[in-house]
């Protein structure tokens, strides 16, 4: 059974940094694209951060784009996201996934940006 959990959350104050992870299990192969995936309170689930399979190109939402970085190390089977000067919009439940998702989602994890 391929699983993905997620970690790393958080509260953390405005500007502050947070490094979520997303390692997998199971028989899942590493040749998705993977993203990044938030939803915060009474909103949709939106992706936030892409990454090829190769890892080699990465696509980032306008919101977070120059303050998020995705990574990913396919032997260990995890995907990074490396969160910087957030900001608190950026309040939400983390989840990682395949792109385009898959019936895969885990617990996610709580980001919580406040002073």
């Known amino acids: 059974q391929v699983q993905l959990v997620e970690s790393g959350g958080g509260l953390v104050r405005p500007g502050g940094s947070l490094r979520l992870s997303c390692t997998a299990s199971?028989?899942?192969?590493?040749?998705?694209?993977m993203g990044w995936y938030r939803q915060a309170p009474g909103k949709q689930r939106e992706l936030v951060a892409t990454?090829?399979?190769?890892?080699?190109?990465?696509g980032y939402a306008d919101s977070v784009k120059g303050r998020f970085t995705i990574s990913r190390d396919n032997a260990k089977k995890v995907v990074d996201l490396q969160m910087d000067r957030l900001k608190p919009e950026d309040t939400a439940v983390y989840y990682c996934?395949?792109?385009?998702?898959?019936?895969?989602w885990g617990q996610g994890t709580q980001v919580t940006v406040s002073s």
């Open positions: 996934n395949v792109n385009p998702p898959r019936a895969l």
């Open positions: 199971g028989r899942i192969s590493m040749n998705y694209d």
């Open positions: 990454i090829t399979s190769g890892g080699s190109s990465t």
